[in-house]
């Protein structure tokens, strides 16, 4: 969908075209085995959201090129961040689901990026017959695989602390919640429970200018707080 616009615009040829979609290919080609190797020590939740975060970067970046070799590589950008998309979210899916309803989670994953590639021709297709701009639509694009980034990174966040809390028999419930932290916490918490939170990991000097959420919590909140590390 997005080649033959930028042929267009940019008076491209068939060489730089198939340049383009190559240096796209061929990122994912490099990364993903070395994408399987480090989410083994890295973790598969942190080298997703990094992955995902590339790949909006890279589609952002298209809508401010302006010329063949920025395209290049920006889109370079963009195929390395996909890179660790694939495998990650098939080894995280195997992860997560037993026997009988993995084969038919990876059927789905599989399916769901058919249709959604299907999905993106078609709404870009209406998006550029009523006029708005390709720049926007790359734009919006790369806006909406850093809101999935960032989603992904607090469910998965909130899966893993619930694992942890099942295999130690501690009861739980996760509850999302969309404002200021300490208030927040301070306002579920009340004053009958124990806040558990995890230290802050900012430098010390960021700390003294901008402060921690940790210890906004201990200022606010009237029951008992234990931070670690």
């Known amino acids: 969908m997005l080649l033959p616009i930028l042929a267009q615009n940019f008076s491209l040829g068939f060489s730089q075209i198939g340049f383009i979609k190559a240096a796209y290919t061929s990122a994912m080609w490099l990364l993903e085995i070395p994408a399987g190797i480090l989410s083994e020590s890295l973790g598969e939740r942190r080298l997703l959201v990094l992955g995902i975060m590339g790949s909006g970067i890279g589609f952002f970046a298209v809508s401010f090129t302006e010329g063949y070799y920025g395209i290049l590589l920006a889109l370079f950008v963009a195929g390395c961040g996909a890179a660790f998309q694939h495998s990650l979210c098939s080894s995280l899916i195997s992860k997560s689901f037993g026997e009988p309803e993995r084969r038919i989670a990876l059927g789905s994953y599989n399916a769901s990026g058919d249709i959604g590639k299907l999905a993106f021709t078609l709404v870009a297709s209406l998006l550029l017959g009523i006029g708005v701009g390709w720049q926007n639509i790359t734009l919006g694009y790369g806006l909406l695989a850093a809101a999935v980034a960032l989603t992904i990174w607090i469910l998965l966040s909130a899966k893993r602390a619930g694992k942890f809390m099942r295999r130690t028999g501690i009861q739980y419930q996760n509850i999302y919640r969309v404002g200021d932290p300490s ?47």
């Not at 579920?188 to 921690?212: C, Q, R, T, W, Y």
């Open 183 to 229: 208030e927040i916490i301070k306002n579920e918490a009340g004053d009958n429970h124990i806040v558990i939170m995890g230290a802050s990991s900012k430098n010390p000097l960021m700390k003294f200018f901008k402060g921690s959420k940790p210890l906004k919590v201990m200022e606010v909140c009237p029951c008992p707080i234990l931070i670690v590390k």
